[in-house]
């Protein structure tokens, strides 16, 4: 049974930092990503990291978030800095491949994790 553990999202002021944390168990190595979901909206992909440590980020986040794995560990994690109250959202982490340079996302996801941006 594969698992997904997700941590470290939070309340936090614009312009802070959070760091999310996602731990694969019972799965061999995948690509990697993350996506949010915020109220009334679809659920979109934020970043995703190949086994090889090839990245793709959504436009509205690249240069503020950057996406990094532990392939020992099967792990993955997102650097969120200079958050904005649009960040605001549920981050879900995936499991999933490349094909063509893009990402596409698998069947197995975690918990989600809320993060909210706000003063």
């Known amino acids: 049974q594969v698992q997904l553990v997700e941590s470290g999202g939070g309340l936090v002021q614009p312009g802070g930092s959070l760091r999310l944390s996602c731990a694969a168990s019972?799965?061999?190595?995948?690509?990697m990503a993350w996506h949010r979901q915020a109220p009334g909206k679809e659920r979109e992909l934020v970043a995703a990291i190949a086994i090889g440590g090839r990245t793709k980020y959504v436009d509205s986040v690249k240069g503020r978030f950057t996406i990094s794995r532990d392939n020992a560990k099967n792990t993955v994690h997102l650097q969120m800095n200079s958050l904005k109250p649009e960040d605001t959202a549920v981050y879900y982490c995936n499991l999933g491949f490349f094909v063509g340079g893009y990402y596409s996302a698998g069947d197995r996801w975690g918990q989600g994790t809320q993060v909210t941006v706000s003063s």
């Open positions: 019972g799965s061999s190595i995948n690509a």
